[in-house]
């Protein structure tokens, strides 16, 4: 897991340069990277297109900015950092004083040294966001101002990757693409997702797991919109985000509160014994609010460590390449596949032989059990596992009920199976 860790590291160092925004270039050349290390469907929704209750911007791209002194100086340079631009800012070519400058000028004066994310989505405006120090530094005086960028009718880009499964029933994993250099938010996110795609295709999976890369809020709703008719395919959903940092994982529930995908990872977290945190759902956050909007009450949940703007270094240069790292994102990695190997293998059984307990010494059950660590383990999830194979429990609820590994429990009811002992 270590050198996946390294890979998703790696991942996360090459999107990082890149200038995303809820459209544009950044996220078509994010996908492109993406799309290197799985294959994606990519969709483009033009401009103007109603996407529910939303309509779909205009499309924005920048290639320069800066704010220079008197001498040519550029004293704030987007080149250096794509934090510098209030995303979404409208083109500016202009030279003013700086108590002219100071009103669209951004900082975060109780951490000096950081500059602060800026976006202005839906209301024309322009700005730049500059360390407190930088600007503490700025003399009085006369200062060009240059954004060189286009709002345009265009399209919002979002991609799909599908690892197709037994059944059409699907888990939905979404995270957003939109955000610029920020590792954790949500670089990271879109990194453990891509290798969680990868660990899924080299199985067979019991499920159809459907990845969503897309703009946050916009994006989701958009998917939403285009895919209304079908989305009660969805049984279970998990949207990643701040997936690379150095706190204990965080699990928001999804509105519903007891969906299967809550349970199931409660148990997961809970079995694994990391520390970590369960919380109720809030109607804030990430793109989970969107898809457990009361018209959808999809069961989809939300996977971070430290959670939504739980963390100083959230929305500022601070959440860097050195804030996340490869051990953390391999763990968040881990997670997500513990808990899908459970959503995968859950099942009711019934027991076919109910009338007492069968005799499992002359199935060649015991035998096949002699000389594991666990024998005795093993031989009591069998007896739990038809116990209350009565078509009423899961194998999840056998595990929880019982104390026992959910492995233990479904390698009991694979080996009861196979005797003929309980159906599916």
């Not at 070519?93 to 004066?109: D, F, I, N, Q």
């Not at 405006?125 to 954004?147: K, N, P, S």
């Not at 285009?226 to 997936?243: F, M, S, Y």
């Amino acid at each position: 897991m270590t050198g996946t860790g390294e890979e998703m590291y790696a991942l996360v160092e090459r999107m990082y340069p890149l200038c995303r925004s809820i459209t544009g270039d950044g996220v078509r050349a994010t996908l492109d990277i993406v799309g290197e290390y799985i294959p994606l469907q990519r969709h483009e929704v033009p401009t103007g297109t109603q996407v529910l209750d939303w309509t779909v911007p205009q499309e924005w791209n920048i290639r320069d900015a800066y704010i220079a002194d008197s001498a040519g100086n550029r004293v704030v340079d987007f080149a250096a950092s794509s934090l510098h631009v209030l995303g979404y800012s409208v083109p500016v070519s202009a030279t003013m004083p700086l108590a002219e400058l100071r009103g669209h000028l951004h900082t975060l004066p109780e951490h000096p040294a950081w500059v602060p994310y800026r976006t202005s989505y839906y209301k024309p405006d322009w700005g730049f966001c500059l360390a407190q120090e930088t600007l503490d530094a700025m003399e009085d005086g006369d200062y060009e101002v240059r954004i060189d960028s286009t709002l345009a009718d265009g399209h919002l880009t979002y991609a799909e990757h599908v690892v197709p499964g037994q059944v059409p029933d699907e888990v939905l994993v979404s995270c957003h693409v939109c955000h610029p250099s920020l590792a954790n938010d949500n670089l990271a996110g879109i990194a453990v997702a891509t290798f969680l795609a990868r660990a899924l295709a080299r199985q067979t999976p019991y499920h159809t797991y459907r990845f969503v890369f897309a703009p946050g809020t916009i994006g989701a709703i958009t998917w939403l919109a285009r895919n209304a008719e079908r989305v009660d395919r969805v049984r279970h959903g998990l949207v990643l985000a701040c997936a690379g940092d150095p706190g204990h994982l965080t699990y928001k529930q999804s509105r519903r509160g007891d969906a299967a995908i809550d349970r199931v990872m409660r148990h997961v977290l809970t079995a694994s014994e990391r520390p970590h945190r369960v919380t109720g759902f809030t109607p804030y956050g990430y793109d989970e609010r969107q898809y457990c909007s009361p018209g959808f009450n999809l069961g989809v949940g939300s996977l971070t460590r430290t959670p939504y703007a739980g963390y100083p270094e959230y929305h500022t240069s601070a959440d860097d390449l050195d804030f996340v790292s490869p051990e953390a994102m391999a763990d968040t990695l881990a997670v997500c596949r513990e808990a899908f190997a459970v959503l995968d293998r859950d099942r009711r059984y019934v027991n076919l032989s109910p009338h007492g307990e069968p005799q499992l010494g002359r199935r060649g059950l015991y035998d096949a059990l002699g000389g594991r660590s666990d024998t005795k383990q093993a031989q009591l999830a069998m007896l739990w596992v038809l116990s209350l194979s009565d078509g009423e429990h899961s194998l999840l609820d056998v595990a929880e009920r019982s104390g026992l590994p959910f492995g233990t429990v479904a390698a009991a009811a694979d080996a009861l199976h196979g005797a003929g002992l309980i159906k599916a």
